[in-house]
């Protein structure tokens, strides 16, 4: 899977490539979809949501350009397979995710395989987790019609900020540098995530 369909598409960070190739996603997909587990494609998870493309997945990642020191926020840990590369790539992870179901099965999942530098809660993402900020790495898993500028505030001078912004079928993955200026965004690539729900995203 690494090689045909995440190097072949164009990803280069050597960190992110073995990353990918450590983590057993079969542990994070549903049993009946064992056989599309190394499919570059998203699955279905519990509560309606989906875990990403592997792809996806690797390319979010190098967007946010971890060295291995980084303390790193994730809104929408879903299943937790991006959790755990993240575990992989920086010092320590912060994610929250808005169903308490899916939550508490990362948590096990995590917790099985050895993951120690992370936390989950469960909230709205959408306002960040003040608590820890600021962030040098935050990565947003769901769609989201602006981005929030509350989680813009929680990032470090320096910081990267990805997050897929549009509309609640179609987005484009943002990728944003905070500067001691200001902010500057580019546009990655077209993609399609499940909405982001709540105060600072899309209405339930
Ligand atoms: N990275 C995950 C993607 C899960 S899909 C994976 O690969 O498994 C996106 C997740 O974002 C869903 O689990 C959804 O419940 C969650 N989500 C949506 N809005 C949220 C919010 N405001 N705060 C936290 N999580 C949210």
Request: overall charge neutral.
């Amino acid at each position: 899977m690494v090689r045909r369909q995440i190097q072949g598409k164009g990803i280069k960070d050597p960190r992110v490539l073995d990353a990918m190739g450590r983590v057993p996603r079969e542990k994070f997909v549903l049993a009946k979809d064992l056989r599309e587990t190394y499919a570059d494609s998203p699955l279905p998870i519990e509560c309606e949501q989906t875990i990403s493309q592997p792809y996806m997945v690797s390319l979010m990642t190098e967007c946010l350009q971890l060295k291995g020191q980084e303390k790193v926020l994730e809104i929408g840990t879903g299943s937790g397979y991006q959790t755990a590369i993240l575990c992989l790539l920086s010092k320590m992870v912060y994610s929250i995710e808005k169903h308490q179901e899916l939550n508490a099965r990362a948590a096990t999942i995590l917790q099985e395989l050895g993951f120690e530098n992370v936390r989950l809660k469960v909230g709205d993402g959408t306002k960040g987790w003040p608590e820890h900020a600021p962030y040098d790495g935050i990565m947003v898993t769901a769609g989201a019609p602006e981005i929030p500028q509350l989680l813009i505030d929680q990032l470090a001078i320096g910081g990267r900020l990805v997050i897929p912004v549009g509309d609640l079928y179609t987005q484009v993955l943002k990728r944003l540098v905070r500067s001691e200026n200001g902010c500057e965004v580019e546009d990655v690539c077209g993609c399609r995530f499940v909405p982001l729900v709540g105060e600072c995203g899309w209405k339930a």
